[in-house]
């Protein structure tokens, strides 16, 4: 998507990963002054990075501190986000001086990184090393790098959520599967998207990650199928997606069960990006409470 950077108002795991390959545990300590909590977004210019500037900045007890970016360097961050009031917080490219400001201060702080799978390690790190905790969102992050993450946190003592997804919407649908599974034999995936890149989505993909080694074995009668028609076959237990991509079409993902004489569907519709801020404000209170990294919004839940 292109980034807007006049300063003019504007709107905006083949095969699967196994569950347990980041299998994280979470452990909280006692909650921190109930100071205003100073929160940097990396990815800033991004449409969520936009959107979240303005999430943040509403948000009661929390301030936006800074906004990382590699494009639109100056321009102010309420401006890009199309608030009606400018932030007085520039988009800078420098992390460092920005997280040295926060540390001097010795305020709470969260960084949210919505960059991309090769620097986050890198982002975590240095926030950690500022002493201030971190929300991942990045949905094409490799679980080798959360491993990396989880074991880096650990001994940093450093609080860091990776999150597949921020909406609670996709976190409750994804939670309501795992239980169905347990009663329906056959199971279909059914997305819609308007474009065509990375299908299967991440949505669907997580899903039936979590809904396989449940010890079920879904659409026995044709697993074996290499019919196109029948979708593509996600994991070892005959999951199945569908992917259905029209312009214009809203984002939407359903999960169809049968069994004897029924049919049971869940189903999530996206309008925009602002489904996903719920979970981000959530994220960021909730965070600063962590010593080590959890994986998943649903933790939080």
Wanted: with cysteine.
């Amino acid at each position: 998507m292109a980034t807007l950077c006049h300063s003019a108002h504007t709107r905006t795991f083949g095969k699967i990963g196994r569950r347990n390959a980041a299998k994280v545990l979470c452990s909280t300590q006692m909650p921190p002054s109930q100071s205003t909590i100073k929160v940097v977004i990396i990815g800033a210019t991004k449409e969520i990075g936009r959107t979240a500037i303005a999430a943040v900045s509403k948000a009661r007890g929390m301030e936006l501190a800074g906004a990382i970016d590699s494009q639109c360097i100056g321009l102010d961050a309420g401006e890009i986000s199309g608030m009606e009031e400018a932030l007085e917080i520039p988009v800078l490219n420098d992390l460092t001086m920005v997280l040295g400001s926060i540390a001097q201060t010795r305020a709470t702080g969260v960084v949210v990184d919505f960059s991309e799978p090769s620097t986050v390690y890198d982002n975590v790190k240095q926030a950690a090393a500022f002493g201030l905790n971190s929300v991942v969102y990045v949905p094409k992050i490799e679980l080798d790098t959360v491993t990396e993450l989880s074991a880096f946190c650990e001994k940093a003592s450093m609080g860091c959520l990776v999150a597949p997804t921020l909406s609670i919407g996709s976190v409750l649908l994804q939670q309501a599967a795992i239980q169905a599974s347990f009663h329906y034999n056959n199971v279909e995936i059914v997305e819609s998207r308007p474009n065509s890149s990375d299908l299967p989505s991440q949505d669907a993909i997580q899903i039936a990650n979590n809904i396989t080694d449940l010890g079920q074995i879904y659409n026995r009668e044709d697993m074996d199928s290499n019919n196109p028609a029948r979708g593509q076959i996600l994991g070892e237990d005959g999951v199945r997606v569908h992917s259905m991509v029209l312009p214009g079409l809203a984002s939407s993902t359903s999960i169809n069960f049968s069994g004897p004489g029924e049919i049971y569907t869940l189903r999530h519709d996206v309008t925009n990006v602002q489904c996903l801020m719920p979970g981000l404000i959530l994220a960021i209170r909730k965070v600063i409470r962590l010593k080590n990294l959890i994986y998943g919004l649903e933790k939080f839940l």
